[in-house]
């Protein structure tokens, strides 16, 4: 699952046993769960206490005893396809056609597929609970000829292809409402009160969602009912009764003791995979305390520090982030061992590998969200800057250049060539794991020909190569002559034809046959481009792309909370000065970052919030993470300014900067 050396212990020791441990909660939940719906499926108002009696008989059987075993091996599955796919950033398609290319991978092909057969097997258990009429699949029945033959249980199967329908259906929801995404809780509680306080949304969501599932289920079996019944009887040798009605009609389906039981069985195979992933959420985000620095050597990969810093998987970068989060609120010894120097030598190892890591976080984000507005503003075209703007880059470069050692992605960063601003990078990746959902498709029929210029490799004889410097300041190559134009505006004379080299030779032109299917090409893409059906599928969705952008922005909202927390601490616990030093980078980055946060909200669809849903297992806190680093970002400065007060004037930064300072300390930002 993880292919690095140093993770594989975080997963061995941590995340497999915690994941093992909510299995086994949910397989412990089982019992009081299978004996509420054999309840209320078997109950009777007439003969209550009879009812009763034959319930407890049938849970004290052999054949309920093997049902239940049945039911754990469900929950290990189910247990095992949480551990699988789960994930803390979740994937936000900024599309109709990413959404459709995600629900058509074949890896989610298999997970539909083993949610299809669990399903059937939960069904085939709700139905030899139910008993009656819907207990086997074949049952004797007498024809016109008076001949005994084995006829088709209707009642059963439908049962059965109701639970493959809410397996397959669950399957796709999770895809399109990012259901195995894991999200971290801001107040931390006990494991046995958030699950407490999550059981009613559970039982509401496995009730609603059943709803839905049977009343589609209905849809599609009264159209294609046929199909499976006819498959199941020849397959099986069995024959139809013709003395009953057949169910994919609508007087067969208007039995409401039949829609009760499909509802009260979907009801309970949702219940149940629903407290699994519960279980398996609370577990997996508990608080986990790393050593700050640890006594021996080879535990060191143990340690805050170098966890931080070494590329981790996602979820242990995560934990990491939040107990450094934690840490520097509520544990004074903790925060000591943060500002201590290392012995001998004498240096602030802990401080320097910490605040880089999470100045390199704010840093990232903030180069992501100046190209995403570069791309949005110019639709694809290049834009020059202004005088003020080159001289407002050049001051942020000065002001930040003390500190390239420990904050190596500074502001000048930020504006990088156009072949790193719009790179792709892969989805997940340790370092920038959203810079793809923002970035252009350019094989898409719409992308624009000088979005694909800016996009191109840079060559080593082009003026951008070996810099790092604005895409929109090009620094001209030194002229070997002079135009006529720039004569006459200098004022010199023209120059004489034997002062004039030769021209350079033309490119070659491409052959016939690339030009021709280059045309083609291009008449393929206008032709499609017209087309209603392929916009729809390819025109941006409102708000994903702003979603994508701080889809993982829940680690950024950590680091801004540690440092300040940090900062503010080391007023009065910093023996040694060794924040005071990283002061200025560190203003100076949350201060970048809060104007570039300003100008996307500016965008459109930016500050629209998104609806919440109280009906779903979904977990939608990422569509307003944006909202939460804004206010992240502004309390982390006024928490520093704060309580420095006056002594941040004699903080080296750049005259923008200490404008801005300003305002924070006279509460006018």
């Known amino acids: 699952m993880f292919s690095t050396e140093q993770s594989c212990w975080f997963i061995r020791k941590v995340i497999c046993w915690r994941a093992a441990a909510s299995t086994a909660w949910a397989v412990m939940l089982l019992p009081p769960t299978t004996a509420v719906f054999v309840l209320l499926s078997r109950f009777s108002l007439l003969h209550p206490i009879q009812s009763i009696s034959e319930c407890l008989t049938l849970l004290a059987s052999a054949c309920a005893i093997f049902s239940f075993i049945l039911l754990c091996g469900v929950i290990l599955v189910v247990g095992f396809l949480n551990l699988e796919y789960y994930t803390v950033i979740p994937t936000v398609a900024c599309s109709k056609i990413a959404l459709l290319g995600q629900l058509l991978h074949p890896q989610q092909f298999v997970n539909s597929l083993v949610h299809s057969v ?6 085939w258990f709700c139905a030899v609970t139910i008993g009656f009429r819907y207990e086997t699949l074949g049952h004797p029945c007498t024809q016109s000829d008076d001949f005994p033959q084995m006829c088709l249980n209707e009642y059963h199967l439908i049962l059965l292809l109701a639970g493959a329908f809410v397996g397959f259906s669950h399957s796709l929801l999770g895809v399109m409402h990012n259901m195995n995404y ?18 009613p949304l559970v039982m509401k969501c496995s009730a609603t969602q059943a709803l839905y599932s049977v009343r589609n289920f209905i849809v599609v079996y009264f159209f294609l009912g046929y199909v499976p019944r006819a498959w199941i009887c020849k397959t099986l040798n069995l024959h139809l009764n013709s003395s009953v009605h057949p169910l994919d009609s609508i007087a067969g389906l208007l039995d409401l003791s039949l829609l009760y039981h499909l509802w009260l069985s979907a009801t309970f195979l ?12 609370i577990f997996v985000t508990e608080v986990y305390s790393f050593p700050v620095q640890s006594p021996f050597t080879d535990d060191d990969v143990h340690s805050l520090s170098k966890v931080l810093t070494d590329k981790q998987p996602m979820i242990l970068k995560f934990l990491a982030l939040q107990d450094m989060a934690l840490l520097s609120q509520h544990s004074p010894s903790r925060r000591c061992e943060v500002f201590s120097l290392s012995q001998p030598g004498g240096h602030p190892h802990n401080w320097n590998a910490i605040s880089k890591e999470c100045l390199s976080l704010l840093a990232d984000l903030t180069q992501r969200l100046v190209a995403y507005h570069d791309t949005v503003a110019t639709n694809g075209r290049a834009k020059c800057l202004s005088t003020g703007s080159e001289r407002k880059l050049s001051s942020e470069t000065s002001a930040t250049s003390g500190t390239e050692d420990l904050m190596s992605p500074r502001p000048a960063f930020l504006m990088r060539t156009p072949a790193s601003v719009f790179a792709r990078s892969v989805v997940g990746g340790p370092q920038s794991p959203l810079t793809a959902p923002f ?34 300041i090009m620094r001209r190559a030194p002229k070997l002559w002079s135009t ?27 052959s016939f046959l690339a030009q021709f299917l280059q045309n083609r090409k291009d008449q393929v893409k206008n032709f499609l481009a017209k087309r209603a059906l392929i916009m729809y599928l390819f025109n941006k969705l409102p708000e994903a792309s702003s979603q994508a952008l701080f889809a993982d922005s829940q680690a950024h909202i950590w680091a801004l909370e540690g440092l300040s927390y940090l900062v503010r601490a080391s007023f009065s616990e910093d023996q040694f000065g060794v924040v005071q ?17 300003d100008r996307h909200f500016k965008l459109p669809h930016a500050s629209s919030k998104p609806a919440r849903s109280t009906s779903s297992m979904a977990d939608s806190t990422y569509k307003t993470l944006r909202f939460a680093v804004r206010a992240t970002l502004k309390t982390a400065i006024y928490r520093i300014t704060t309580t420095f007060g006056d002594h941040l004037k004699a903080v080296q930064v750049s005259a923008e900067h200490r404008k801005r300072l300003q305002q924070f300390l006279e509460y006018k930002e």
């Open 118 to 123: 669990t399903g059937i097997i939960v069904a």
């Open 182 to 199: 894991v999200s971290f809780h801001t107040a931390q509680q006990y494991k046995y009160l958030r699950f407490k306080g999550s059981l």
């Open 270 to 281: 949702l219940f149940t995979w629903y407290i699994t992933l519960l279980l398996f959420r």
């Open 439 to 472: 970035t252009p498709d350019l094989d898409s029929p719409f992308s624009s020909p000088a979005l694909r210029r800016l996009t191109a490799p840079v060559e080593q004889c082009s003026p951008w190569h070996g810099t790092a410097q604005s895409p929109h």
């Open 484 to 510: 006529a134009t720039d004569s006459q505006v200098s004022g010199s004379p023209p120059p004489s034809p034997a002062s004039v080299p030769s021209p350079k030779q033309e490119p070659s032109k491409p």
């Open 581 to 597: 030093t990283m002061l200025p980078s560190i203003l100076s980055c949350m201060l970048v970052l809060q104007e570039a946060v």
